[in-house]
């Protein structure tokens, strides 16, 4: 779906087409889906991230990562009262990493492999990068040293 948007002299993130300029404003053609998509995908893996940088909501998920936990026994290794508890235990619900459901009286939390799955992969792209410009760097200093020793025994 393409629509038209309006921007003030501004540059937009997303792929554009320069449609024309009127008095300062430049129309683009944006692809809304695209850019919905694109700010999804971001907006998941801060709210992600965002979770996961609290010592407390780490250490949950690795409970959780050995199966379901009554909000209960979440708290039980924990110095902080269920107010607290209640408010990470929202917070990974609200990042989508954990399920919160009720059973009778007692609410179960279940974690979401496929959430961390999401910065897994992410990550995972990132090494990709640096292992392939480590293996750059290998053949560089390889190569240096070679031409180092060949003109150590043209010298020496």
Not at 2 to 19: K, V
Not at 115 to 130: G, L, M
Request: hydrophobic share 40%.
């Amino acid at each position: 779906m393409l629509r038209e948007a309006s921007f003030l002299n501004h540059e937009s993130i997303c792929d554009t087409r320069l449609m024309g300029k009127k008095s300062g404003i430049a129309k683009f053609v944006v692809d809304i889906d695209w850019t919905i998509h694109y700010r999804l995908v971001v907006d998941k893996l801060g709210t992600t991230f965002a979770a996961l940088s609290d010592p407390t909501r780490r250490a949950m998920i690795e409970r959780l990562s050995h199966g379901p936990a009554s909000v209960h026994g979440l708290m039980e290794p924990f110095a902080l009262s269920q107010q607290m508890i209640s408010k990470h235990i929202a917070y990974l619900v609200r990042a989508r990493i954990v399920i919160k459901t009720k059973r009778g009286r007692e609410s179960v939390c279940t974690l979401r492999p496929e959430a961390i799955k999401t910065v897994s992969d992410w990550a995972i792209s990132y090494r990709r990068f640096w292992e392939e410009s480590f293996d750059k760097l290998d053949v560089v200093v390889n190569q240096m040293k070679k031409k180092e020793v060949r003109d150590d025994t043209k010298h020496g």
